[in-house]
């Protein structure tokens, strides 16, 4: 079974989100989207290619990346969330019961051994 197909995200924590994004668009060229929750990344022109990587800045006292005191989180794309998930239950890995359901995909959260949240997502 495939794991992880790629980063879907990269998402970090600031004490002033709107000014970091300001800063990033005017020096890197990365602009927000209209709906001003990041930027997504294409992979490339065709948007039928799953291949995507959403970058975010949120405010420093987001309950987001909670229980993990990380000022970061890693979202990865999987391919068969439920095959993953019961892949690293059977291996011991500390899984957030908590799922959520999207028109562009579904999510859920595993930690790793060092207390970071760590994202997946198998998008639709």
Known sequence: MQRVTGIGGIFFKAK?????YQWYEKHLGIRREA?????????????SEPGMTVWAIFPSDTKYFNPSASPFMINFRVADLDGVLATLKSEGVEI??????????????????EGNRIELWEPK
Do not use: C, N, Q, T
């Open 16 to 20: 002033d989100p709107e000014k970091l």
């Open 96 to 113: 957030d019961p908590k799922r959520e359901d999207y028109d562009y995909g579904r999510f859920a959260w595993i930690m790793d051994p």
């Open 35 to 47: 709906h001003g929750d990041g930027v997504s990344f294409r992979w490339a022109d065709d948007r």
